[in-house]
Every structure is written in structure tokens, then in C-alpha cells.
């Protein structure tokens, strides 16, 4: 069974940077595609990256790219979302996910099987 815990989620300034954690208490975590998605208030959730199973591709939406990087230790059962140059707009609950499959999409929310509880992520002017 899969159980996934977000963590480093915190209050920062516009700018800074911080590291998101995920970890995985079962013992499949490099059978799965790992994804992040954040949701703001009023807003749908949305795609932000993803790492595949060996951690050889990587994917991230445009609003993140050279910002954001993902990445994966299976040896660890977790994934990172390392996250730079904060903007306002960042500011959401972030969310990892797992997706089984080996079809479908790595940026459609529909795709993935099972959800962290997220990490509130705030970014200050």
C-alpha cells in the first residue's frame, strides 16, 4: 500500500527557496511515476512536475521550469521538489502523487492512483 507524507512546507519571502519532501511507507515506491501538484485558494489543482520511475525523465509545467526540479531516491522511498526564486504566485498547498500506470499522461491529475495530504507552501512580497 502506498502512504505518501509531504513535508517542508513554510512560510517564505519572494525569492527564497525551500525543498519539499515526500516519503513513501510501502515498499513499491520506484514501481511508480512520482508526481507534484500545487492548488491555490479558488483555484484547480494543477500539474507542476513529475519523475519517472528511475528518475531518467523528468517534466514540469512552464510556469516552473528552471525554477523547479524534481527529483527521486528510491533507496529512500521519497521524492524532492526543490524550488528556487519563489514568486507569490507559487503560494499553495503542494501535493505528491503516485501513478501506477505506464500509460497516460504524467501531467494529468486524473492519471495518478494515490495523494499525499500536501504542504502548505506561502510565499510573502
Known amino acids: 500500500q502506498v502512504q505518501l507524507v509531504e513535508s517542508g512546507g513554510r512560510l517564505v519571502q519572494a525569492g527564497g527557496s525551500l525543498r519539499l519532501s515526500c516519503a513513501d511507507s510501502?515498499?513499491?515506491?520506484?514501481?511508480?511515476?512520482m508526481g507534484w501538484f500545487r492548488q491555490a485558494p479558488g483555484k484547480e489543482r494543477e500539474f507542476v512536475a513529475a519523475i519517472s520511475q528511475t528518475g531518467d525523465s523528468t517534466y514540469y509545467s512552464d510556469s516552473v521550469k528552471g525554477r523547479f526540479t524534481v527529483s527521486r531516491d528510491n533507496a529512500k522511498n521519497t521524492v524532492y521538489l526543490q524550488i528556487s526564486s519563489l514568486k507569490p504566485e507559487d503560494t499553495a498547498v503542494y501535493s505528491c502523487a503516485a501513478k501506477l500506470r505506464t500509460v497516460g499522461s504524467e501531467y494529468s491529475v486524473g492519471e495518478y492512483d494515490y495523494w499525499g495530504q500536501g504542504t502548505q507552501v506561502t510565499v510573502t512580497s
Open positions: 510501502g515498499h513499491t515506491f520506484s514501481r511508480y511515476v
